[in-house]
């Protein structure tokens, strides 16, 4: 009895663990896209901050999303450093894109 009703529930559970993986690798997948690791990465600083590092700046901050994807937008500098972070358009990455990017960043730890 117990082994029918662990086989009934292991495709739901396999289910659960693969759609919990793939938002993290689809996100992932948009920062490479739209070469957004041309200058950062997630552990550490290459021409801009790592992403770790924009999470913890900005980890419970509940306007960080909007802000970010302004700032990724219109471009900028001063917050890390003199080295200006060129805008991304949305030719460049799509809306939706950019705040499942921000999102992945953010909740890195």
Known sequence: MIALRLTRS????????LFSVLPAQA????????RCVACHTV????VGPAYKDV??????????PAR????????GSGN?????????????????????AIQWILALE
């Open 43 to 46: 552990d550490a600083k290459r």
């Open 68 to 75: 970010l994807f302004d700032k990724v937008r219109a471009g």
């Open 55 to 64: 999470a913890a700046k900005y980890r419970g901050d509940a306007g960080a």
């Open 80 to 100: 890390w450093g003199d080295i200006p972070m060129l805008p991304h358009p949305a030719d460049k990455i799509g809306d939706d894109e950019l705040r499942a």
């Open 27 to 34: 996100s992932e997948a948009i920062v490479k896209k739209a």
């Open 10 to 17: 292991l495709p739901l559970l396999a289910a659960t663990l």
